[in-house]
């Protein structure tokens, strides 16, 4: 059993930047990918970036490409998500995900565990 619980979340204006971060819990976390996805209102929750258990392999959605970066310290057993050039288009609850075994995925029916969400706003 994996617990996951984000934090980082907020306001900013377009053109800004966030860092979220998703702790999770037991000992097991380096052998986990690890996978950000979205959910804005009215809209099913989609693929945001993963990154596989040893940090080698990430994929990321074509819409934050150059603008997102995931990355992971497995001593901490933290992931992370660093947001730059920001979009109001970028609005949306911010979930972090867990699953085994650790090959990243791009696809929500892979993961095994979730975290609550994350609100980021972004103000134009």
């Known amino acids: 059993q994996v617990q996951l619980v984000e934090s980082g979340g907020g306001l900013v204006q377009a053109g800004g930047s966030l860092r979220l971060s998703c702790a999770a819990s037991g000992r097991t976390f380096s052998t986990y990918a690890m996978g950000w996805f979205r959910q804005a209102p009215g809209k099913e929750r989609e693929f945001v970036a993963t990154?596989?258990?040893?940090?080698?392999?990430?994929y990321y959605t074509d819409s934050v490409k150059g603008r997102f970066t995931i990355s992971r310290d497995n001593a901490k057993n933290t992931v992370y998500l660093q947001m730059n050039s920001l979009k109001p288009e970028d609005t949306a609850v911010y979930y972090c995900?867990?699953?085994?075994?650790?090959?990243?995925?791009?696809?929500?029916?892979?993961?095994?565990?979730w975290g609550q969400g994350t609100q980021v706003t972004v103000s134009s």
């Open positions: 990154v596989s258990w040893g940090s080698n392999i990430t």
């Open positions: 995900a867990a699953k085994l075994p650790g090959a990243a995925a791009t696809t929500r029916g892979a993961y095994d565990y």
